[in-house]
């Protein structure tokens, strides 16, 4: 069968048949026999990514795509670094970015980067910054030369003091070799960190806000109670999402005054969405409603005011983890503890950081209800798609433990948050959480199916999810 496709030309059809009954070495050769090998690499990353339903065979047709992209003749490393992030290999990342500034090949270096600060978890490019600023210094090609790699590190050295001695040794015009890949490096970096990312989308929604406030004014004129004043605020911040114009909330400081309790808590975050991305000056924005040591206000202005930095940084934590955990520390409310796990949970967005984990933890095991549901999500924030042991068997324990229904309804969320993505390595705890006698836990089996199957297509997930949906026991 496979012959014959290949006789007739009927690449696609053998490439379906070779995954289909797991032939990687008829896949390869399928690809490199055809007559565009571009095209075909293309429609079977498309294949791999959308239709295949198991982890692991997964990651090992990605593997022979990742060897077929660098064996072309122009090697497509955008399409490789996207293969390696579903891998997730930083290593073998950071090695083709080390090549193609060795190879003065920028632009593309440039453009991967940006790309993966919109593909990768922060974990990811943490790792990949990381070994950016450790290898060895990239050194200019020579005609002639067989050495490809990196200079060792008294190489390195050398090279940086002779730098150092003849400052304007280089011909005019031209800039100094040695000095350039610290400098490309270092723009790398701050396109990882996504600093350059974040402040041109800032800066473009700020200039494209066309935002018609006559819907607001005519939402809060319509119905006057607390749900719609809460509804209302929230729109407000969804409509001006990362654009910092806070003008409705200014021209309606009376109306946003009646906000109580847990309303005050959601208007304060509200402003976090509304200055998404305005990183620089966050702190100074929410300073009026942030923890003070010397005059302590309003304990749900100031969870709001944690919470709202947290959805300022979200998934672009850097700097303000430590400020955040520093506030979860020193925090003696409930409730300011509440915003600062929610906050802290969204800058460490998928970081895995074992110190905000060990913090969460803590604040989770005070079994306070309150502060108790917000670790319980945070934790699942922190550790997204990780497939911690540790984080899955301390959260389903206490899950197990606690007589707190808030508790058992964030840890819920939160347990399924760390199989984010995670496909059939999953399956074992959704039949345990499935099993479970607590509904909330069964709930959270759920969860884990959505969360650990999302975007695959998986028809056993989803037959799982029907049969349960007209099921009435499972929730009983």
């Not at 009954?21 to 498309?46: P, W």
């Not at 294949?47 to 122009?74: A, I, T």
Request: with cysteine.
């Amino acid at each position: 069968m496979f012959q014959r496709c290949l006789d007739d030309r009927m690449y696609k059809q053998a490439i379906g048949i070779a995954l289909e009954t797991r032939r990687l070495d008829m896949f390869e050769k399928t690809i490199l026999e055809s007559n565009d090998v571009s095209g075909l690499l293309a429609y079977s990353l498309k294949l791999c990514m959308s239709l295949m339903q198991n982890k692991k065979f997964r990651n090992e047709v990605l593997r022979v795509l990742v060897k077929l992209y660098m064996n072309l003749e122009k090697p497509d490393f955008i399409n490789v670094c996207q293969c390696l992030i579903f891998l997730d290999d930083p290593q073998a990342v950071s090695d083709i970015l080390e090549k193609l500034v060795k190879e003065d090949n920028l632009l593309m270096a440039y453009q991967i980067c940006f790309d993966l600060y919109e593909s990768a978890s922060q974990q990811f490019l943490s790792s990949v910054i990381q070994n950016l600023r450790t290898v060895g210094t990239p050194i200019p090609s020579v005609p002639g030369s067989t050495n490809t790699g990196t200079v060792s590190t008294s190489d390195k050295d050398s090279d940086a003091m002779e730098t150092d001695e003849k400052p304007g040794s280089s011909p005019a015009g031209k800039p100094e070799a040695k000095d350039e890949p610290k400098d490309q490096n270092a723009k790398m970096i701050k396109i990882l960190s996504g600093e350059m990312a974040i402040e041109l989308h800032l800066q473009f929604l700020i200039r494209n806000n066309n935002t018609d406030l006559m819907i607001l004014k005519n939402t809060k004129d319509a119905v006057r109670n607390s749900v719609c004043h809460t509804a209302t605020v929230i729109a407000n911040s969804f409509m001006h999402t990362g654009t910092t114009s806070d003008q409705f909330l200014r021209e309606n400081l009376e109306w946003l005054a009646r906000a109580t309790n847990w309303a005050k808590f959601t208007a304060t975050a509200s402003l976090g969405v509304i200055h998404k991305g305005h990183e620089k000056e966050a702190l100074q924005l929410m300073a009026t409603y942030l923890p003070k040591d010397t005059s302590p206000g309003s304990a749900y202005q100031e969870g709001g005011g944690l919470y709202a930095l947290g959805l300022i940084h979200a998934n672009h934590g850097g700097e303000i983890i430590d400020y955040l955990l520093g506030q979860l520390k020193n925090a003696s409310n409930d409730i300011v503890r509440h915003g600062g796990a929610l906050g802290l949970g969204l800058a460490a967005l998928g970081t895995a950081r074992q110190d905000v984990y060990d913090l969460l933890k803590s604040n989770l095991y005070q079994d306070d209800a309150v502060t108790g549901e917000a670790a319980g999500l945070a934790l699942g924030l922190v550790m997204l798609g990780s497939k911690s042991a540790q984080a899955i068997e301390d959260m389903v324990g206490y899950a197990q433990e606690t007589q707190h229904e808030k508790i058992l309804r964030g840890l819920a969320v939160g347990i399924a948050m760390v199989m984010y993505g995670r496909m059939e390595e999953a399956d074992a705890l959704i039949e345990s959480l499935c099993r479970d006698k607590d509904p909330i836990l069964r709930r959270s089996g759920m969860y884990t199916v959505g969360m650990a199957y999302c975007g695959s297509g998986n028809n056993k997930a989803i037959r799982r999810l029907l049969h349960v949906a007209v099921s009435s026991f499972l929730f009983a």
